[in-house]
């Protein structure tokens, strides 16, 4: 190979490079493009609450207050009424992530006290492109938080909300853990709250929760790790 040969030669290798590298590029550009067109999104409806013993006039529909009711079959689901009212369920929505979608429940139980039963329901709407799985709640109670996988309505939670160890709520979870939601699609939520002995003495329980959704095709449930607790700061 003469020089001008050479040359020619080292030029072409330079070139492909650079086609190469310009490719390479353009791949990336291209992918992050498709990334951005979709969005994973979910929120909560405003405006769906329901609970079963509602302190005062909270908004939602289908609320009733008054008489308390008793985990009387515990520990299985159930509840019958009591002959006093002195507790009572209120709820909120809040958006935790100022995005403009609600995405956290915020729950509490005026004059707590074992055995008090209450039920809370709500609607979930897939508000993003993409079809999606609900996969996990997060518990946060007093700056701690605690992921929930795969929760099945026929087996309660227990839920620790002061991290001792010590379960304080049984929560009954309805169903649509895994559900496929596609674009635009709701899906009722809902749960039964018991109150167990070992419940923080507080007058009120407070704690929120969020659901974590998943593209539909990346949904597993780790079986270690159920329930998953991680501290992390609120
Ligand atoms: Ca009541
Ligand atoms: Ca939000
Ligand atoms: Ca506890």
């Known amino acids: 190979m003469n020089r001008a040969a050479k040359a020619a030669a080292v030029a072409s290798l330079i070139a492909l490079v650079a086609v190469g590298a310009t490719a390479m ?6 992918f992050r493009a498709d990334v951005d067109t979709s969005e994973l ?3 909560f409806v405003d405006g769906s609450l329901t609970l079963k013993d509602a302190c005062g006039l909270q908004p939602g529909y289908g609320n009733q207050g008054g008489n308390d009711w008793n ?22 929505f809040s958006d935790s992530d100022g995005d403009g979608d609600l995405d956290t429940l915020t729950i509490t139980i005026s004059n707590a006290y074992p055995w008090y039963y209450t039920h809370v329901a709500w609607i979930v709407h897939n508000n993003g492109e993409i079809p999606l799985k609900i996969w996990k ?12 996988y795969a929760l099945n309505p026929d087996e309660p939670v ?3 909300l002061s991290g ?3 379960a304080d709520v049984l929560m009954w979870w309805g169903d649509n853990f895994g ?7 709701s899906a009722d939520i809902s749960m039964d709250l018991t109150v167990l ?22 949904y597993s449930t780790p079986s270690a790790s159920i329930p998953t607790t991680t501290v992390v700061p609120w």
């Open 137 to 148: 709640i997060v518990v946060t109670y007093d700056n701690t938080s605690q992921e929930y």
């Open 71 to 92: 985990a009387t079959y515990y520990p299985n689901r159930g509840s019958t009424q009591l002959d006093k009212d002195v507790a009572c369920t209120s709820a909120s």
């Open 41 to 43: 999104d979910i929120e």
């Open 164 to 166: 001792d160890g010590e």
């Open 158 to 160: 227990e839920i620790d």
């Open 179 to 185: 559900h496929q939601l596609h674009h635009c699609e």
């Open 25 to 30: 590029w353009t791949e990336t550009l291209r």
């Open 197 to 218: 002995q070992e419940a923080p003495m507080n007058a009120n329980l407070t704690f929120s929760i969020s659901l974590v959704a998943i593209q539909w095709n990346e």
